[in-house]
């Protein structure tokens, strides 16, 4: 009756991993030195993307003392602030461009079967996010955490065409519920 050593529940022990339906990737992991009197500290952060694969994608930065902990940090802040991206069947509507920081991302929509194409930051984002057909062009700085951030604010960005032809016009969204 009782399983796991005599524990109830369905929740997983520490160390044990349960398995997740996101795609989870650690972009990048930096080890971090302050220098104090005493000597160094040293600490790490991991800038984790995590996606649904659906259209829903988040990211954070995890810091602390320990790799694996920097890595359950970000996952766990980048579930809490999933976003939704607007697409169109594989691809995203239209082009977009957004900065962030020094580093600029240039997102084309591409036609069916192209492919991802885009670097370590940006392919991070999208494939997480589910969308399967873009071209991307990063400028600037090549800041791993910057490029995400500018991806993130790209896809934040998108509009669907036929909602905003519709609110531009005057008439009720085609997919909305009258209330």
């Known amino acids: 009756m009782y399983s796991r050593g005599g524990r109830q529940g369905d929740r997983p022990r520490r160390g044990e991993h349960e398995e997740s339906s996101y795609i989870e990737r650690v972009v990048k992991i930096r080890r971090v030195s302050k220098v104090v009197k005493g000597g160094r ?15 829903r994608v988040g990211f954070s930065l995890g810091r602390a003392k320990a790799v694996p902990d920097a890595v359950r940090k970000g996952t766990t802040n980048a579930r809490k602030q999933m976003e939704t991206v607007v697409m169109n069947g594989t691809t995203i509507p239209h082009e977009v461009t957004a900065t962030f920081g020094a580093s600029k991302v240039f997102l084309r929509p591409a036609s069916a079967g192209t492919g991802v194409i885009a670097g370590g930051g940006v392919r991070a ?3 997480a996010a ?9 400028f600037g700085s090549s800041n791993t ?6 991806t ?6 998108l509009r669907d065409p036929g909602l905003a032809l519709a609110r531009r016009r005057g008439e009720p969204a085609p997919d909305s519920a009258q209330t």
């Open 152 to 157: 993130m604010k790209a896809l934040r960005s």
């Open 130 to 138: 589910g969308i399967k057909d873009v071209l991307s062009k990063t």
């Open 41 to 55: 500290h040293l600490s790490f952060n991991a800038m984790v993307v995590i996606g649904d694969g659906a259209g």
């Open 125 to 127: 984002v999208v494939e």
């Open 145 to 150: 955490i910057n490029i995400i951030g500018a």
